[in-house]
């Protein structure tokens, strides 16, 4: 396969890039390690739409956050993705975290975040938040803060990168790059690829992946992961906060938080934990401990026992050192580009960094330009949020959407069969969970999983030894009962 350009990776940082490159007329492919889009960190983070207050001024960071930001406001409506703009609080009590907030307000008003103000007593922040811990004094509202679904935004990005002509290849893991003078010749567990410019948007791998062209290792970085576990509780808590609810940040991050999410559930964490390793999202004892504990700091009466739905975690990818973006060509390897060590606020700052990176290829001297009949690829309206006429009409167009598969979230069998065959379909039964909702209810798929296994088995004739949970080793049947087929 020849290309102009390959990305590799379809996190956030991939599609969006994906995305942008799609308004313009150049060849390009983005290929993933796994089976579908968004299945590393962008599908496992706080799903936030920082207002930009937290990046030190003047770095690429600060610039990404609030112009991605805007940028996702105005994309909402155009690709229809669920997000909403709750706006976030910034809490703190003692004279040390008046302090830090004192400086995030200043920090975000260099940044030029719009929409910043300090509550500066108690009354004010239990006028806006009733249900905060009573010891909360003081407070920097974030207007602009939102909530969003971080595989919605993907997957909306990547369908319209797709619908404009980018070929996306999935179960594609790129092993080893050879370097030309004028490409590059990558070799995949699909083939060989050759390409004029590479995008490396690998996120906890992009330190292995420019490896692959660098004759010195020690002239790249090296990706450190941190783990961060969450508690997703039940929807009956969903509006115990109206706001994002963040404690005052330290040197581990932004701390543990305690949001609504954008289907209406109530999300709390993340811990920050060094003892991972960049495959590792397992949940632990400790660090959903520490996650309780630490959220009572916030919200001091939060029943997890009986709320929990679902814990998971992703792993944030750091370079020791470097407190910023990178993003840039590489200085040894000519048309060769680096997005990396992309931590938070990586989700918020995808599609400017997709803008970012047109700027970059024009400065390096390619000339590109626009296709004229570039088209926006929407997500289809959850059935859940249509209005009785709506539902009738579609219902009298094909009887399938009114046949209800997930109760908890009011999920048809319209919309799943929809969904698997999209311009990047669902094979998964937590691909269909993904892009239509069916299983993010209280009983977590129990009820629907078997009935979607079963519309997936159908729509895409498959072995029922072939259908998997989610990744490559997740079969759903893993043996036949007397040997039969
Ligand atoms: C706990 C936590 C909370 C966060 N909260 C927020 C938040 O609220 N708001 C916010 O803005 N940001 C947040 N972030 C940051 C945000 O999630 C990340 O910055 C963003 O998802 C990174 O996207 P990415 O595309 O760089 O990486 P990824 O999503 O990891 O994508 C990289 C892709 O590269 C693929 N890949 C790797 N190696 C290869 C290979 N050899 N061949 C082919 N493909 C390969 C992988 O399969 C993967 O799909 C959070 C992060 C964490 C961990």
Redesign the pocket.
Same mark, same amino acid.
């Given at each position: 396969m020849k290309t102009d350009l390959v990305i590799?990776?379809?996190?956030?940082?991939? /599609?969006s890039l994906a995305f942008e490159l799609s308004k313009y007329n150049i060849k390009v492919i983005l /290929?993933?390690?796994?089976n579908d889009?968004?299945?590393?960190?962008?599908?496992?983070?706080?799903?936030? /739409?920082?207002g930009g207050y937290d990046p030190k001024p003047n770095t690429l960071m600060a610039k990404m956050?609030v112009e991605?930001n805007r940028i996702i406001k105005s994309l909402h409506k155009k690709l229809n993705f669920n997000y909403k703009e709750t706006g976030a609080l910034i809490i703190g009590s003692t004279d040390e975290e008046k302090e830090i907030i004192n400086k995030l307000y200043k920090q975000g008003l260099e940044n030029k975040v719009p929409g910043l103000s300090l509550l500066k007593n108690k009354k004010e922040v239990h006028q806006v938040e009733p249900n905060l811990n009573k010891e909360i004094s003081y407070a920097l509202y974030s207007q602009t803060t939102g909530i969003i679904s *971080?595989w919605e935004l993907a997957l909306a990005l990547a369908y319209t990168a797709v619908s404009n002509g980018v070929k996306f290849i999935n179960n594609?893991? /790129?092993?080893k790059i050879e370097k030309n003078k004028d490409k590059f010749i990558l070799s995949?567990t699909k083939g060989e690829i050759e390409a004029k410019y590479i995008f490396n948007?690998?996120?906890?791998?992009?330190d292995?992946?420019y490896n692959m062209v660098l004759d010195n290792p020690s002239d790249g970085f090296k990706i450190t992961p941190?783990?961060?576990e969450?508690y997703l509780l039940d929807k009956f808590l969903g509006s115990l906060v109206n706001k994002v609810i963040f404690q005052t940040p330290s040197s581990l991050g932004k701390g543990v938080l305690v949001s609504p999410t954008v289907h209406g559930n109530l999300l709390v964490? *993340?811990n920050a934990s060094f003892d991972t390793s960049k495959d590792d999202v397992s949940t632990t004892i400790d660090g959903l401990k520490y996650v309780v504990s630490a959220s009572k700091k916030s919200v001091d009466n939060i029943n997890f026992f009986t709320s929990n739905i679902r814990n998971f975690?992703?792993?944030?990818?750091t370079i020791k050192g470097v407190d910023d973006f990178i993003l840039e060509e590489s200085k040894i390897v000519p048309h060769f580009y680096n997005?990396a060590g992309?931590?938070? *606020?990586?989700?918020?700052?995808?599609p400017a960094i997709g803008k970012y990176s047109i700027s970059l290829l024009k400065k390096s001297g390619l000339s590109l330009t626009k296709k004229e009949n570039f088209i926006y690829h929407k997500l289809p309206t959850f059935f859940s949020h249509l209005n009785d006429n709506e539902i009738e009409s579609l219902i009298k167009k094909n009887k399938k959407y009114g046949n209800i598969i997930c109760r908890c979230e009011l999920v048809s069998e319209g919309e799943i069969v929809d969904s698997i065959h999209e311009v990047i379909p669902a094979t998964t039964i937590d691909g269909v969970k993904r892009r239509t909702n069916a299983g993010m209810g209280r009983c977590q798929g129990s009820f629907c999983g078997p009935r979607v296994f079963e519309i997936l088995k159908n729509e895409l004739h498959l072995d029922i030894d072939s259908i998997y949970q989610d990744k490559g080793n997740s079969n759903v049947v893993v043996s036949y009962t007397k040997g039969n087929k």
């Amino acid at each position: 396969m020849k290309t102009d350009l390959v990305i590799i990776g379809a996190g956030i940082i991939g /599609v969006s890039l994906a995305f942008e490159l799609s308004k313009y007329n150049i060849k390009v492919i983005l /290929v993933d390690k796994e089976n579908d889009i968004a299945m590393q960190t962008t599908k496992a983070n706080s799903g936030i /739409v920082h207002g930009g207050y937290d990046p030190k001024p003047n770095t690429l960071m600060a610039k990404m956050n609030v112009e991605g930001n805007r940028i996702i406001k105005s994309l909402h409506k155009k690709l229809n993705f669920n997000y909403k703009e709750t706006g976030a609080l910034i809490i703190g009590s003692t004279d040390e975290e008046k302090e830090i907030i004192n400086k995030l307000y200043k920090q975000g008003l260099e940044n030029k975040v719009p929409g910043l103000s300090l509550l500066k007593n108690k009354k004010e922040v239990h006028q806006v938040e009733p249900n905060l811990n009573k010891e909360i004094s003081y407070a920097l509202y974030s207007q602009t803060t939102g909530i969003i679904s *971080p595989w919605e935004l993907a997957l909306a990005l990547a369908y319209t990168a797709v619908s404009n002509g980018v070929k996306f290849i999935n179960n594609c893991k /790129v092993e080893k790059i050879e370097k030309n003078k004028d490409k590059f010749i990558l070799s995949t567990t699909k083939g060989e690829i050759e390409a004029k410019y590479i995008f490396n948007a690998a996120g906890l791998y992009s330190d292995d992946i420019y490896n692959m062209v660098l004759d010195n290792p020690s002239d790249g970085f090296k990706i450190t992961p941190i783990k961060g576990e969450y508690y997703l509780l039940d929807k009956f808590l969903g509006s115990l906060v109206n706001k994002v609810i963040f404690q005052t940040p330290s040197s581990l991050g932004k701390g543990v938080l305690v949001s609504p999410t954008v289907h209406g559930n109530l999300l709390v964490g *993340p811990n920050a934990s060094f003892d991972t390793s960049k495959d590792d999202v397992s949940t632990t004892i400790d660090g959903l401990k520490y996650v309780v504990s630490a959220s009572k700091k916030s919200v001091d009466n939060i029943n997890f026992f009986t709320s929990n739905i679902r814990n998971f975690s992703g792993n944030r990818a750091t370079i020791k050192g470097v407190d910023d973006f990178i993003l840039e060509e590489s200085k040894i390897v000519p048309h060769f580009y680096n997005f990396a060590g992309i931590k938070s *606020p990586g989700l918020t700052s995808g599609p400017a960094i997709g803008k970012y990176s047109i700027s970059l290829l024009k400065k390096s001297g390619l000339s590109l330009t626009k296709k004229e009949n570039f088209i926006y690829h929407k997500l289809p309206t959850f059935f859940s949020h249509l209005n009785d006429n709506e539902i009738e009409s579609l219902i009298k167009k094909n009887k399938k959407y009114g046949n209800i598969i997930c109760r908890c979230e009011l999920v048809s069998e319209g919309e799943i069969v929809d969904s698997i065959h999209e311009v990047i379909p669902a094979t998964t039964i937590d691909g269909v969970k993904r892009r239509t909702n069916a299983g993010m209810g209280r009983c977590q798929g129990s009820f629907c999983g078997p009935r979607v296994f079963e519309i997936l088995k159908n729509e895409l004739h498959l072995d029922i030894d072939s259908i998997y949970q989610d990744k490559g080793n997740s079969n759903v049947v893993v043996s036949y009962t007397k040997g039969n087929k």
